[in-house]
């Protein structure tokens, strides 16, 4: 048998007391970046190479037998207060982008084609395949405005009571909270995390994923490079989103943390870096604010500009434009994008 998200109930049964008894809620999170990165890197920063995007033989990335999303990912959206069409839009289009082939390079697919390097012990790659299969819209915020990380599992629980379907075979929820939504955590420590819900609380084991709007609340912490830290001063410019919202534009790129690092980790048993489960460096952490060629040390890399002035590294569907961190390649041992320019 395959090793995909199928076996999620069988192997949370073999593991959920180990992971419960180092901590009571371990999670993968986008992590608030410790440095943050402008236009040119001071002084001869990047040297004679432009291969400065976190290549080191230090990285000891490693995998620790769990599943990989191996199966065709169904993602369902869950819509916490109130959004704007066009903000929905613009994540719908990033995330069926993953799966579009027809975007020119360097396109989100190609982005992608990364996270498929990484398999399981059978040799089934992470799917090349995602869909959006079902929306739920809470625009009332029927569990409030502030949230706790359980009180998360509880809107996915509301959710499959009111039409989305419990998928555990297939499924991956996305909890994506708007403007004015209060999350434990969010803006001190980090920006979306990923994790699988307890079956005591939505009756089955479901990977998940929230990530919250931040374009009022913390855009220059969880907005960046669109919105820039004040200690920073004059000497970083912010970048001009590609698509006019700084929260939604930051926003996808968080999105694209969390599910590359939930497809290749799910059960927190798969790939990493060191040797903490409850506290691993996961595929996108260790590309943190690395967006192209040259990047890190406070530097986003090389990434291009439009007509218009808008800062975009990759392209989606129907013309659309997205600025994407890098993913960490198995095969080079750097962070690698396909914007790269060397």
């Known amino acids: 048998m395959s090793s995909s998200i199928s076996l999620h109930s069988f192997l949370l049964l073999l ?92 396109s989100v697919s190609e982005w992608w084609s990364t996270v498929s390097l990484y398999a399981d012990q059978t040799g089934s790659h992470v799917t090349r395949s995602l869909s959006i299969a079902g929306e739920s819209s809470n625009p009332s915020l029927s569990r409030g405005s502030s949230l706790t990380r359980l009180s998360i599992q509880q809107v996915i629980a509301d959710s499959i009571r009111t039409g989305l379907p419990a998928d555990h075979r297939n499924g991956v929820y996305l909890v994506l909270t708007a403007s004015g939504v209060d999350v434990q955590d969010f803006c001190r420590a980090v920006c979306g995390f990923h994790y699988f819900t307890f079956s005591s609380m939505v009756g089955q084991t479901l990977p998940y994923a929230w990530i919250g709007y931040s374009g009022r609340q913390c855009p220059e912490v969880c907005a960046y490079p669109f919105a820039v830290p004040a200690y920073m001063g004059r000497s970083t410019a912010a970048m001009r989103p590609p698509n006019g919202d700084i929260g939604v534009d930051g926003m996808v790129s968080v999105i694209a943390h969390e599910l590359a690092e939930l497809s290749t980790n799910p059960l927190v048993n798969a790939w990493y870096a060191g040797d903490d489960p409850t506290s691993p460096a996961e595929i996108a952490d260790l590309c943190e604010g690395v967006y192209g060629s040259g990047g890190g040390g406070g530097y986003t890399g090389e990434v291009a500009t439009d007509v218009a002035g808008r800062r975009f590294n990759l392209n989606g569907r129907k013309g659309r434009k997205f600025l994407i961190q890098w993913v960490w390649s198995p095969v080079l041992r750097a962070c690698a994008g396909p914007n790269a320019v060397n």
């Open 15 to 106: 593991l959920l007391p180990l992971i419960l008894a180092a901590s009571p809620f371990p999670y993968r999170s986008s992590k608030i970046p410790i440095s943050v990165a402008g236009g040119k890197p001071p002084g001869d920063t990047l040297g004679e190479s432009k291969r400065f995007e976190g290549s080191s033989d230090l990285v000891h990335l490693r995998y620790h037998m769990g599943p990989v999303l191996s199966s065709p990912i169904k993602l369902y959206l869950i819509w916490y207060g109130r959004w704007a069409i066009s903000q929905q839009s613009t994540i719908r289009d990033f995330l069926l982008s993953i799966s579009d082939t027809t975007a020119p390079s360097p």
